[in-house]
């Protein structure tokens, strides 16, 4: 068995590597942020404060050196019945979405994935746990994505 969890005779879709710009940018700004309140806080000479908001940076960018491997580690896949999504490094997940239990397929973009031609595709079922968003597809895989699975949760309506 091999050291990641991979299922047997699952061919698996990776999201586009453009998504590991739109993650960094997210935490550059978030990592400016930390690093401005630590400034901040020095300024008016709050120790406590500029210690815990600059470890926090840190601990951000250090974060940020693994967005790359964290981005590989998405994939998705379609089998008969359901719809397979992974991810995660350290404490992986995976999640398995009957089609007949899908009640929303939503497609979101922010600013920085639009410029970049990326969408996020959220799926929603009527359990909370099994709420699904495969991050970093292009648009056109996501529209295309979207209606197939709009098609087939059409056709395997469960317990209506």
């Known amino acids: 068995m091999s050291a990641r969890f991979d299922l047997p005779d699952i061919e698996w879709r990776r999201v586009s590597p453009k998504q590991v710009g739109v993650e960094l940018v997210g935490s550059a700004i978030w990592v400016l942020l930390c690093v401005a309140g630590a400034i901040v806080a020095l300024v008016f000479e709050i120790w406590p404060v500029a210690a815990v908001v600059g470890a926090v940076a840190v601990i951000s960018a250090i974060s940020a050196a693994l967005i790359p491997r964290r981005v590989r580690s998405y994939g ?85």
Do not use: H, S, W
């Not at 009957?98 to 996020?120: E, K, S, T």
């Open 76 to 160: 998705y896949a379609m089998r008969d019945d359901d719809l397979l999504f992974r991810r995660g490094l350290l404490f992986q997940r995976f999640v398995a979405v009957p089609y007949g239990r899908m009640q929303l397929v939503d497609i979101n973009r922010g600013p920085i994935a639009r410029m970049l031609g990326l969408a996020d595709l959220k799926l929603v079922t009527a359990a909370a746990t099994t709420g699904v968003a495969i991050p970093g597809l292009t648009e056109a895989d996501a529209g295309e994505l979207r209606d197939r699975l709009v098609e087939l949760a059409e056709t395997r309506r469960v317990g209506l």
